[in-house]
């Protein structure tokens, strides 16, 4: 299969449509997609976005996930998702991950566990990435979350028995926090 | 925070974008967001699509996961996936499951184990939801995967040592793919 052109196709500020015309078995397609991007170049090895799964261990307290409950505004409700956030310019992985979890939980990363490759959120409908980073973390003291106007978070505390209980529950979820939860459900700790 | 209205900003058949006006602290913002609905109906609780995370499991031989390594137009590239597609009109969960499973690999679901709530592919850029479903698998005799023409896909079969490999290298994934990945990994096992 082979790319023939992409077109860009509105434009707005932070997403826009573009449709791309591809060629496969000597037949011409067209496939429309939503890219953050504002020029029409091919994905570059980087990311848009970290997504982040947060341990906090501050013993001898048990270990627990953490996790926001927000309003999103595409989906008009709350939902259970990670703390994550947009790539700002010239930023490292590990520079967004600390800002983005101090600005929205008041937490500070203690170890960088994994770091996945760049993950695409739902690829037939847009170029998106994230990068999933499992980190543990503590309080910074005197630290508050730091929100954009346009957020409204709760920040979610939970033992390893409470992310059993949340992923069987019929909550609304981002799909890689509901993934991480059934991770941690069937691991049988936080760890 | 308040949705006050919604505007349908293109007019393309799979995919368009919307724009959100909300009202938040007093204020009023404005969020685009790309939808796969034709109008602008809230969240119905439903999906627009099932990701299956299949287990092949043909004794004596040692249970494989079923992945896909498949061109995507918006990402102009291959990356791993797992066999997923949207919902056609009626269908229940496990009739979309049996129904892709099939055409994509030519395997037939023996155990449906873990279904998952709708889960938002990721919610600050669209409305789409998936519901994930872990399934048990074998071959059918005779068939072979029936693929539309917009598709290119191999189907790949990892043990649990191959899947514990795939998952630390630089390859491209679906997020939801290298999640599964990277559950059975820390799992130590496919089950």
Known sequence: MEILDVEKLTDQKWLNLFAATYRHHGKNGRWVYASRKQ????HQGTADAVVIVPILKVPPEEPRLVILREFRVPVASYLYGFPAGLLEG???IEEAVSRELLEETGLEVTAYKTISPPLFS???LTDESVVVVFVDARPVPGAKPKLDSSEEIEVVLLTWKQ?????RC??????????????????????
């Open 39 to 42: 020029a029409t170049q091919p």
């Open 163 to 167: 992310v059993d209980e949340l992923c």
């Open 90 to 92: 010239g930023e490292s």
């Open 170 to 191: 019929k909550e609304l979820f981002d799909s890689r926090a509901w993934m991480g939860l059934y991770l941690y459900a069937q691991l049988g700790r936080l760890e």
């Open 122 to 124: 739902s690829a037939g």
